[in-house]
């Protein structure tokens, strides 16, 4: 906590965040930059996930979404019903959140919930306080699932030639749009569902909110006003002691629901040279199909470069017979890790990545050259921005008709980061949006800014 948070507190602010690793990183990150400005945050989350916060100016209010457990672990478990689950349990709990705290002496001024969860609003409204719906993709995903959910977003026929623009942000094509809006649809509607609901009321909420920072992706329009969906940017959203230093000893987000095996890390690392290893990670959930890991770990087999791959317990037997054994001498391999601290570590020369927008957001603003090996979701649009946006690195392309990245393909990915001429201008850029997306956050940047404009607003009530 800053030391301006000795003076008096400014409002109080209750943070509803989706329950997964992903949703609760950035969110509680925001709580922290709040607190930081004096203001007053409670964080209101799932009964199991509220041990997993474990930052001690954030106040923890534990809520609940019918099942007070995990849920995924559940036989025939769906998103549909979770989500139905939530709604349900949890506007009643989050009311009686509110509710108690209208007798103290610093009421609730404003709910920020996740956009995953557009019901928040429905119980902000209802108690009497202000609300900001906080949506962790990027704006660009944003602007096309949204109005892919008001029906101004149709494909045609075949798709797989065309061209889509949204005035004011990069033009995409087909495999460049969020999966959802396209191929991963009919096998996976129930989590499209969950993406489009977060523009059910959107519109009506007093604040919107985009893990990004100003010039990101949005670019000056010629030819009439921009489209992208109209939101502050507040990001990027990750620990102050890896952009402006502010926020004293922030150096995590505070939220873990897995443990990392950082000193083994660090300590491996220390070992390896100056940008040397490739730093491996595909998320919190981690989802890769077989045929897609073997050809990852035939990569770093052929590539001769040293890597730090993070890989559940399960993945590793089903990694190609002789892997682990061939590679010992220049890998590492661990189920968790914190991320940032690896990130940041000099040794570390390329991440290779799922691209989702967290670890996008920590590669870019971390100055490490990517390499991206996108799944589904959002990741697609993620890894376009990482190659022809920023220039930072390469989207590893899947072979035609097979829907994997070949081995052959993620190789050469990985020796244009790591050497040669092309790996220097892409460091020379990496490093541009490093320093851009530390302006952003310090004093007086335009996310700093933006975050500030809020607090105001809250001021108001006071």
């Not at 925001?30 to 607190?35: G, T």
């Amino acid at each position: 906590m800053g030391e301006e948070t000795k003076t008096k507190l400014k409002g109080h602010v209750i943070i509803l965040p989706y329950p997964v690793q992903g949703h609760l990183n950035p969110m509680i990150q925001f709580a922290k930059r709040l607190v930081s400005k004096t203001i007053k945050v409670t964080i209101a989350t799932t009964t199991y996930t509220a041990s997993s916060i474990t930052t001690p100016s954030l106040p923890v209010e534990p809520i609940s979404d019918g099942f007070d457990f995990i849920p995924i672990a559940i036989p025939g478990f769906s998103v549909d019903t979770y989500s139905e689950s939530f709604k349900l349990h949890g506007s009643e709990t989050l009311t009686r959140v509110i509710e108690n705290h209208k007798s103290t002496d610093s009421p609730i001024d404003c709910l920020v919930y996740d956009s995953f969860l557009p019901w928040g609003l429905e119980v902000a409204r209802s108690m009497d306080v202000s609300a900001a719906a906080f949506f962790t993709n990027n704006l660009t995903v944003c602007s096309v699932m949204r109005k892919f959910s008001n029906g101004e977003f149709t494909l045609p026929a075949d798709p797989s030639w065309a061209t889509f623009r949204i005035r004011g942000l990069p033009s995409l094509s087909y495999n460049e749009l969020p999966s959802f809006v396209g191929r991963h649809w009919s096998t996976h509607p129930e989590h499209g569902r969950v993406l489009l609901n977060q523009f059910l009321n959107h519109e009506d909420a007093d604040w919107l909110f985009v893990n990004g920072f100003e010039g990101l992706e949005t670019q000056d329009c010629e030819d009439g006003e921009s489209e992208a969906m109209r939101a502050t940017l507040i990001g990027p959203m990750i620990p102050s002691a890896y952009l402006d230093d502010r926020i004293r000893e922030d150096r995590d987000y505070g939220a873990s629901l897995l443990k990392p095996r950082s000193e083994e890390c660090m300590e491996w690392l220390e070992t390896k040279p100056v940008q040397s290893v490739v730093f491996i990670s595909f998320g919190s959930f981690g989802i890769l199909f077989e045929k897609q890991l073997t050809e990852i770990a035939s990569a770093l087999r052929e590539s001769d470069l040293n890597f730090l791959w993070v890989i559940r317990e399960a993945h590793i037997a089903k990694l190609p017979e002789g892997f682990v054994e061939s590679t010992k001498d220049r890998a590492l391999l661990v189920s968790w890790c914190n991320q940032l601290e690896v990130l940041a570590h000099e040794s570390i020369g390329c991440f290779l990545t799922h691209c989702g927008w967290n670890s996008t957001l920590e590669g870019l603003s971390l100055g490490v050259p990517m390499v991206g090996v996108p799944q589904w979701s959002d990741q697609m649009n993620d890894a376009k921005f990482v190659e022809d946006v920023w220039k930072v690195g390469y989207r590893a392309k899947e072979e035609a008709g097979e829907g994997i990245v070949k081995s052959k393909e993620v190789v050469r990915c990985l020796k244009g980061v790591m050497e040669g001429e092309s790996s220097v201008k892409i460091r020379e850029s990496s490093k541009k949006w490093r320093d851009l997306a530390v302006k952003a956050m310090s004093e007086g940047g335009s996310s700093d800014w933006s975050i500030n404009e809020f607090i105001e607003s809250l001021m108001k009530k006071h």
